[in-house]
């Protein structure tokens, strides 16, 4: 169960529906533990990645996947061009989600199905996370006088024990940016060729993924996946 589950949840529900065709995923990172997947299962599997390093990662090790450096906000393929199109693990790194749930939603069929999941910003781990990281970002001269002080206590105790000491004065970066479901809701809401279903995570279950319905509270997972069905024209 957890985090393994969750992936081969994932899976099972992305290939329901579409049993074979072309297949992407956004931000593909090294392929695993998807992408490889699919390949496997028969998919004629495409991967874009931000990252350069990722894209060689995977044309080294997945060489029969198509694979090339690309933006979640500007999808270089034709209008139409995909049977599925996925994105897990990642949109909590993007600037624009909006943006690119828009270009999926553009790149795949008729008929078509593109899903994604989110970290849910109104969820009590993610609402101290986010607290923490902001604490963090606009306090920066405490932080690094903390830092400091506790560098010199490691140095005049180290001949009696050794303690690891970091330096570094970077300021502090938020990276994982979690998503307010109400937002999505609302953009997905006003597109009259799609059907969407949510899921909420629930990380104990043997299956992980839970069907949410309109009574049912989205603030109590931390995770939400939506599976998003494209109407035939």
């Known amino acids: 169960m957890g985090v393994e589950q ?10 329901k529906k579409v049993k074979n065709g072309k297949i992407l995923e956004v931000g593909i990172g090294d392929g695993f533990p998807y992408s490889n997947v699919l390949d496997e299962m028969g998919y004629e599997v495409y991967g874009i990645d931000i990252s350069p390093t990722h894209v060689d990662m995977v044309k080294e090790s997945l060489p029969k996947i198509n694979v090339e450096v690309g933006d979640s ?21 993007f600037t624009n989600l909006i943006k690119s749930i828009s270009e ?11 899903m994604f999941d989110i970290q849910n910003s109104n969820h009590p781990i993610h609402v101290k ?12 001269i405490y932080e690094i006088t903390i830092r400091l002080i506790k560098n ?22 938020i990276v994982d ?15 009259n060729n799609i059907n969407y279903q ?30 998003v069905s494209k109407k035939g024209g």
Request: charged share 30%.
């Open 6 to 15: 969750y992936d081969k949840d994932l899976i099972h529900e992305l290939s």
């Open 73 to 93: 906000e500007d999808l270089e393929f034709t209008d139409n061009f995909f049977d599925v199109v996925f994105c897990f693990r990642s949109t909590w790194y």
């Open 104 to 114: 999926m939603l553009r790149v795949v069929k008729n008929d078509g199905l593109i």
């Open 129 to 140: 996370l986010m607290k923490e990281q902001l604490r963090r970002k606009n306090h920066y």
């Open 152 to 173: 010199l206590i490691k140095l005049i105790i180290r001949p009696i024990r050794f303690f690891p000491i970091h330096w570094s004065f970077k300021k502090h970066i």
């Open 177 to 191: 940016i979690p998503t307010d479901p109400s937002s999505i809701n609302l953009y997905l809401s006003k597109e």
């Open 198 to 227: 949510i899921y909420g995570v629930n990380w104990d279950n043997s299956f992980t993924l839970k069907e949410i319905n309109k009574t049912t509270d989205l603030d109590q997972f931390d995770r939400l996946v939506y599976k």
